[in-house]
T-cell receptor, first 113, second 115 residues
Framework: GDSVTQMEGPVTLSEEAFLTINCTYT??????LFWYVQYPGEGLQLLLK?????DKGSNKGFEATYRKETTSFHLEKGSVQVSDSAVYFC????????????FGTGTRLQVTL | ETGVTQTPRHLVMGMTNKKSLKCEQH?????MYWYKQSAKKPLELMFV???????ENNSVPSRFSPECPNSSHLFLHLHTLQPEDSALYLC??????????????FGPGTRLTVL
């Protein structure tokens, strides 16, 4: 079945540092890939998505590229801010199971001054 | 109100109580979802409704009973819960369930504690 694997957290960075959160997936079809972010006390918000191989999703300075050859969708940001502190979830939606989002366990990011 | 709203935001209940969680979406969507978020576990899909019809029940115990009276409202009725049911319950909606490219929009969740 489908699965998503994220790097273990927490990830602690200083402000303006470079961020990478790794995400790899296993899927039987041609999935769409998503990054969601959850700020403290809130629900999940879509951060970015990519729907086919080699697509790059981007939003708020965050980027992720859909790499079919390595089955990866790593999240990157060039310069993090304290306000980026949150939990980040990688997820996929596969062909034939469009209603089912399969999530990773989430990676907590803590950015300090 | 915009987006997806959930009430109550926090709920404490005993194992013999009956309570309900409410979700409302203002996005004109036709699909609605219940998820369970427990500490250190991936989000678990519980139920899916598409055009008011239940299309997924992910082996959820019968002490959780969903209801979808229309495409804008979704309820989760709770009775005789167990302490291990304590979690954040998230509601989401999407245009419908036909496209893998569609985004699901989430509410803020209800933090449930079962004593």
């Amino acid at each position: 079945g489908d699965s998503v694997t994220q790097m273990e957290g927490p990830v602690t960075l200083s402000e303006e540092a470079f961020l990478t959160i790794n995400c790899t997936y296993t899927a039987t079809g041609y999935p769409s890939l998503f990054w969601y972010v959850q700020y403290p006390g809130e629900g999940l918000q879509l951060l970015l998505k990519a729907t086919k191989a080699d697509d790059k999703g981007s939003n708020k300075g965050f980027e992720a590229t859909y790499r079919k050859e390595t089955t990866s969708f790593h999240l990157e940001k060039g310069s993090v801010q304290v306000s980026d502190s949150a939990v980040y979830f990688c997820a996929l939606s596969d062909t034939g199971t469009a209603s089912k989002l399969t999530f990773g366990t989430g990676t907590r990011l803590q950015v300090t001054l | 109100e915009t987006g997806v709203t959930q009430t109550p935001r926090h709920l404490v209940m005993g194992m013999t109580n009956k309570k309900s969680l409410k979700c409302e979406q203002h996005l004109g969507h036709n699909a609605m979802y219940w998820y369970k978020q427990s500490a250190k576990k991936p989000l678990e899909l519980m139920f899916v409704y598409n055009f008011k019809e239940q299309t997924e029940n992910n082996s959820v115990p019968s002490r959780f009973s969903p209801e979808c009276p229309n495409s804008s409202h979704l309820f989760l009725h709770l009775h005789t819960l167990q302490p291990e049911d304590s979690a954040l319950y998230l509601c989401a909606s999407s245009r419908d369930t036909s496209r893998r490219t569609d985004t699901q929009y989430f509410g803020p969740g209800t933090r449930l504690t079962v004593l």
